[in-house]
């Protein structure tokens, strides 16, 4: 437990069991006590304001276009219709594909941490995985959109095509600006990256020692104890590393703005622009007014739903994995 | 595994044993040994997928990033270029005043807050700190742009203030809550009960026990969590885009419109001009180089009262 609150990602992802604490007797309580609380309640009413300015900012849309934001293709600014299919559906693609990349090298990246690294290095290796969390999103944008979408536009694009069967699954848009779908869910992938490792190399560390020796003097091979026993042991929590990545990516604005392309359509072929919740309304938020705020404030409760949803399955998640590895 | 077992004799239940082996395994060692080192192979490859960004990224921070940056790059307010001068791009003065001026403003009204709902997570058993404890890490990693919905619907519509500062502050402050409220929260569950006890034996009062011994002890904790929240906050362009209007003049005030560095690095990036786009690199090198001083700092502010306490 001690090792997991050592990193400062891990513990802000996942918190700390809950342990104790104890209430003053009516008769001590103080001025002190009463100053907590009234900074507990403001922070349960700023909590509270959040979630009910959001959603009473959408009222009007569910109220009027619920069907239209939640089936509708286009998006017509200024007086609508405005449909929200386009970026539901580019948050699912962005940040699934985003995901299956993340967790294929994460898994690695963290297996590799934790039994290749010598373990002084451990440190270094933990410090430059949280530099690397701590670089702004807006950062990799920059980054995805003057160096990656150029280096698509001219390389990835064209040998994708060259290949009829990739041309089918990825389309060809012909000339674009490399920004696209898939161009988003690289970049989302490499964001995840670091808070999935974080997480999933803390998951890893903390399998007992005991198993894997156990397994080691059966004759088993390094391979074989980690896929027959850490991984299986550390299973529920790397759940729960992929959920929390998930909903890392589902939130991600500024980034998918600037490299997805920023257009509203319903859109499968990866290599075609697109956009995501967040990152849509980031893009057409300071030229709305009236109804289409309306409109973006529901976009707003859809991600939060999504978010918060996601957030609470991991990290409940998590918490079952501590207490399977406490009964170990 | 626990219970002392007879240690048996090698020679027993050695031929059974391969044959158990054999059943469980279908492999032989060579097979498994040449798979094993495959998969350690693909993990290893993996780690250097990983690195590669990040170093990539780097690279081009530092190459592209380090020749726009001189003194007019910090002293002077931008000016848009023109066909007569392509390469009139200014300085980013306005959004370095008004990162600062956003970082501090948030800070005000987030630290106090976010302490002290902390340490009442920490040392009271409720309800209403249970509930808050979970609302805390929800909001901890809800997306950054609700945070911009939100502070565009209260502060500049609600409460009629309109594109300001304050309302930039007001969402990277809810933003940086609920890091602050987690991290101060482990920090004073972290300190011994022992110490708690000791006051309480002495006669001390709650409030005395929590500011004279548990606040101290858990001090360096409170400001690395403080850190972390900071540097995530001056990095954040989703929630102040919808609410500062990005102002053209170095200002302080809390009612003006102002920008900031992740904003003038969208913008800019957007930009026609080559020249823009030249300059963005150096915006985000400085960014960058901040929020990396920040962050290390925490960390090694922490390591270091850590070797202390031990």
């Known amino acids: 437990m001690s090792e997991i609150l050592n990193e400062s990602i891990v513990a802000l992802e996942l918190g700390d069991e809950a342990a104790g604490g104890y209430n003053p007797p009516a008769a001590s309580r103080t001025w002190y006590h009463y100053l907590l609380l009234a900074g507990a309640i403001l922070f349960a009413a700023v909590s509270v304001g959040f979630v009910g300015t959001i959603f009473w900012s959408s009222l009007p849309t569910w109220l009027h276009h ?58 270094v290796i933990a410090t430059l995985v949280e530099l690397l969390a701590a670089v702004p999103s807006i950062v990799y944008g920059l980054w995805g959109l003057l160096v990656l979408a150029p280096w698509m536009e001219t390389t990835v694009n064209p040998w994708l095509n060259s290949w009829p069967f990739a041309k089918a699954i990825f389309g060809n848009p012909g000339q674009e600006f490399g920004t696209s779908l898939l161009l988003a869910s690289i970049v989302l992938g490499i964001m995840i990256l670091p808070t999935f490792v974080a997480i999933s190399r803390e998951v890893i560390a903390v399998v007992p020692q005991d198993l894997i020796e156990a397994s080691l003097s059966l004759g088993a091979t390094r391979w074989q104890v980690i896929r027959g026993v850490v991984l299986p042991t550390a299973k529920i929590g790397l759940f729960g590393a992929t959920f929390l990545a998930l909903a890392r990516a589902t939130g991600e604005t500024v980034a998918v703005a600037l490299v997805a392309g920023g257009v509203a359509n319903v859109q499968f072929h990866l290599l075609y622009p697109g956009t995501s919740i967040a990152a849509w309304i980031a893009t057409v938020f300071g030229e709305s007014q009236g109804n289409e705020i309306a409109a973006l404030m529901a976009l707003g409760v859809l991600l939060m739903l999504l978010n918060f949803g996601l957030s609470l399955v991991s990290r409940w998640l998590v918490r079952r994995q501590r207490r399977v590895l406490a009964l170990v | 595994m626990s219970d002392m077992t007879e240690i048996q004799e090698p020679k027993e239940v050695g031929n059974e044993m391969r044959g158990e082996i054999r059943r469980i395994s279908s492999h032989s060692r060579a097979r498994r040994l040449a798979v094993s080192r495959m998969m350690i192979a693909l993990c290893a490859i993996a780690l250097l997928v990983s690195a590669v960004p990040l170093v990539m990224l780097l690279y081009q921070l530092f190459k592209q990033g380090l020749p726009v940056i001189d003194k007019a790059f910090f002293t002077t307010l931008p000016s848009t270029p023109s066909l007569i001068a392509p390469n009139a791009t200014g300085g980013v003065s306005n959004a370095i005043v008004g990162t600062l001026a956003l970082t501090i403003y948030a800070s005000v009204m987030a630290i106090p807050v976010g302490i002290l709902v902390g340490i009442y997570l920490a040392e009271t058993e409720s309800k209403l700190a249970s509930s808050l404890r979970v609302i805390a890490q929800t909001m901890a990693g809800a997306p950054s742009i609700l945070m911009g919905l939100f502070a565009f619907s209260f502060v500049v519509r609600d409460l009629n203030v309109g594109f300001s500062a304050i309302a930039g502050s007001f969402a990277l402050a809810v933003l940086m809550l609920p890091v602050i409220v987690i991290s101060t929260e482990i920090a004073v569950r972290n300190v011994p009960n022992t110490l708690r006890e000791a006051g309480l034996a002495l006669g001390a009062k709650p409030h005395v026990i929590s500011l004279r011994v548990v606040l101290p002890a858990s001090a360096s904790g409170i400001v690395t969590g403080t850190i972390l929240a900071v540097s995530r906050a001056v990095g954040e362009t989703a929630p102040v885009m919808l609410v500062i209007a990005g102002g053209f003049t170095n200002s302080w005030k809390p009612f003006d419109p102002v920008s900031a560095l992740p904003l003038s690095i969208y913008e800019n990036a957007k930009s026609e001009w080559p020249s823009l786009r030249a300059q963005v690199w150096g915006i985000a090198l400085v960014l960058v180089v901040f929020i990396f001083v920040l962050s290390l700092s925490a960390r090694i502010w922490a390591s270091r009262k850590q070797q202390v306490k031990n």
């Open chain 1, 66 to 123: 619920a069907g239209t934001l939640l089936g509708g293709k286009g998006w017509a600014s200024p007086l609508g219709p405005f449909g929200g299919l386009a970026m539901i559906t580019g948050t699912f693609e962005t940040s699934l594909i985003a995901l299956v990349l993340a967790v294929i090298v994460g898994l690695g990246t963290s297996i590799a941490i934790v039994f290749l690294i010598p373990r002084r290095f451990r440190n």
